[in-house]
């Protein structure tokens, strides 16, 4: 079982950049496709982006893309979200997620396919 723990949320200005990174624990994280979803109050958990185990393959959602980039350091058994040009409607509270299933190069963007979560940070984007 693995552990997950967000950091790096905070409040941003429109048109600035925030990086989030997940630290897993318990686990290696190359035993693991990650994803990043987001929530805002009153609305569903949302796909953002994920990547395959190795890091070799990426998904986004179309609304990040080409503005968020989804990385990891199997190494520092890390995963980090940069999000670049934040708009308000990037305010939500982002979580990275685990996916134990060996898919090979398939990535999949609903919350069903992950398996572990974890608590999650927020960001705020004023405009």
């Known amino acids: 079982q693995v552990q997950l723990v967000e950091s790096g949320g905070g409040l941003v200005q429109a048109g600035g950049s925030l990086r989030l990174s997940c630290a897993a624990s318990?686990?290696?994280?190359?035993?693991?496709?990650m994803g990043w979803f987001r929530q805002a109050p009153g609305k569903e958990r949302v796909f953002v982006a994920a990547?395959?185990?190795?890091?070799?393959?990426?998904l986004y959602a179309d609304s990040v893309k080409g503005r968020f980039t989804i990385s990891r350091d199997n190494a520092k058994n890390t995963v980090y979200l940069q999000m670049n040009s934040l708009k308000p409607e990037d305010t939500a509270v982002y979580h990275c997620a685990a996916d134990s299933v060996n898919r090979g190069t398939v990535l999949y963007g609903y919350p069903n396919a992950y398996d572990y979560w974890g608590q999650g940070t927020q960001v705020t984007v004023s405009s």
């Open positions: 990547s395959t185990r190795s890091g070799g393959g990426t």
């Open positions: 318990g686990r290696t994280l190359s035993s693991y496709a």
